[in-house]
């Protein structure tokens, strides 16, 4: 690499939690500049998941809580990306860096719950952390297909780079 590496730019931690992680969550969610209309859906689809889990159980759920635990269910640990060995294409199963794993994670959640069913988006986003945080849904087949596609190429892992 020729240039330096940028520098790491640092978000503002949210105004009702204070969570760095709930602004990256809210800035990936965001669509056409519109923050406040993602901070709307996403602190609707926590309310709507405490009401939900709140239901079947006595004691009060924190939303946050849930959110958090469906974050850590749906993120990755290995991948596989693409090396070129002597005019052969290979899938290297690789390690997850701590940034791209939260990442990947934040950016699965959000499309898997743009692609569900539901009316509105905070229906949409409260049953996929709903679901993550139970151990189902589109985000975490989406990481069990990449932990299965990685364990299957585990035999080209020698070309690691």
């Known amino acids: 690499m020729r240039k330096s590496k940028p520098k790491k ?3 503002l931690p949210d105004p009702k ?3 760095t992680l709930v602004t990256k969550f809210v800035n990936n ?3 056409d500049g519109k923050k406040s209309v993602s ?14 889990l709140g239901k079947n159980s006595d004691e009060p759920v924190s939303g946050l809580d849930v959110w958090k ?3 850590n269910n749906c993120t990755p640990a290995v991948e ?8 052969a294409t290979f899938q290297v199963p690789m390690e997850v860096r701590p940034e791209r794993k939260q990442s990947l ?8 719950a743009r692609k569900r069913n539901e009316k509105t988006m ?17 985000a975490m087949k989406k990481k069990d297909d990449t932990h299965r596609m990685a364990e299957a190429n585990k035999a080209f892992s020698h070309f690691r780079f």
């Open 39 to 52: 901070y709307k859906i996403f602190y609707g689809a926590l309310e709507l998941v405490e009401e939900r």
């Open 9 to 11: 730019r640092y978000v």
């Open 122 to 138: 905070i229906e949409r986003l409260a049953g996929e952390i709903i679901a993550a945080s139970k151990g189902e849904g589109g």
């Open 29 to 31: 969610l965001m669509l």
């Open 105 to 112: 994670g934040i950016k699965w959640m959000i499309m898997f």
């Open 17 to 19: 939690f204070g969570d």
């Open 69 to 71: 635990k469906a974050l």
């Open 80 to 87: 596989v990306k693409s090396r070129r060995v002597g005019g």
